[in-house]
Nanobody
Framework: VQLVESGGGSVQSGGSLRLSCAASGFTASSYCMGWFRQAPGKEREGVAGISSLGSTRHADSVQGRFTISRDNAKNTLYLQMNGLKSEDTAMYYC?????????????????????????????WGQGTQVTVSS
């Protein structure tokens, strides 16, 4: 199982980036997947999630600006980021939930154990850096 993120970079405030997460060794559409980010000195946080059936949820901080999606034919997860702000600067990671993770937990970005569940029982990519300058 491998997840490889790409698409990060440096942009000015208000700009856009599209992150990709290429999955191999498993069928991404069969899993709950998510995007997480971690800024320097801060805890890792969930940004968006997508269930195996394609339902999505975005954190309040990115709602209306970011969109998670998945191309099942390419076995790839995406995060379209528009209207970027300096506070979006972070390392971004894609990850899978454990197998058979419930849809409700997959999309409950406030669930306290969600990050633990992904970290202990899921798979993670190496991350891609996003830097937004004002």
């Amino acid at each position: 199982v491998q997840l490889v993120e790409s698409g990060g970079g440096s942009v000015q405030s208000g700009g856009s980036l599209r992150l990709s997460c290429a999955a191999s060794g498993f069928t991404a559409s069969s899993y709950c997947m998510g995007w997480f980010r971690q800024a320097p000195g801060k805890e890792r946080e969930g940004v968006a999630g997508i269930s195996s059936l394609g339902s999505t949820r975005h954190a309040d901080s990115v709602q209306g600006r970011f969109t998670i999606s998945r191309d099942n034919a390419k076995n790839t997860l995406y995060l379209q980021m528009n209207g970027l702000k300096s506070e979006d600067t972070a390392m971004y990671y894609c990850a899978t939930a454990p197998p058979f993770y419930s849809k409700s937990l997959c999309l409950d970005l406030d669930y306290q154990r969600r990050l633990t569940d992904f970290s202990k029982f899921g798979y993670w990519g190496q991350g891609t850096q996003v830097t937004v300058s004002s």
